[in-house]
Nanobody
Framework: VQLQASGGGLVQPGGSLTLSCAAS????????MGWYRQALGKQREFVAT???????NYADSMKGRFFISRDNAKNTVYLLMTNLKPEDTAVYYC???????????????WGRGTQVTVSS
């Protein structure tokens, strides 16, 4: 199983970015999909998750600015980030909880991370 994240980059304060993360490989089903972030010198923190049924959960500081969604047919999770602030600068990691196709095992996978820099 592989996770391919994309969409990071440099954006000015107040701007928007959309991250995406596609899961591929021997996947039977996907449960929760989510995003975490890690700023330089800080611990990784929770951003948002979305269940297989579409229920969402956000960190308080992201509510109303970040929006998570998923396309189950494409095994892809998205994160629309709006009104970005310099403190949103971090490496963003996708996280997927899934059941593998042949083993039936539940495993959690992490993407490699994509850099988001908010600066003027």
């Amino acid at each position: 199983v592989q996770l391919q994240a994309s969409g990071g980059g440099l954006v000015q304060p107040g701007g928007s970015l959309t991250l995406s993360c596609a899961a591929s490989g021997n996947i039977f089903s996907i449960n929760n999909m989510g995003w975490y972030r890690q700023a330089l010198g800080k611990q990784r923190e929770f951003v948002a998750t979305i269940s297989s049924g579409g229920s969402t959960n956000y960190a308080d500081s992201m509510k109303g600015r970040f929006f998570i969604s998923r396309d189950n047919a494409k095994n892809t999770v998205y994160l629309l980030m709006t009104n970005l602030k310099p403190e949103d600068t971090a490496v963003y990691y996708c996280n997927v909880d899934l059941r593998e196709q042949y083993t039936g095992q539940h495993n959690t996978y992490w993407g490699r991370g994509t850099q988001v820099t908010v600066s003027s």
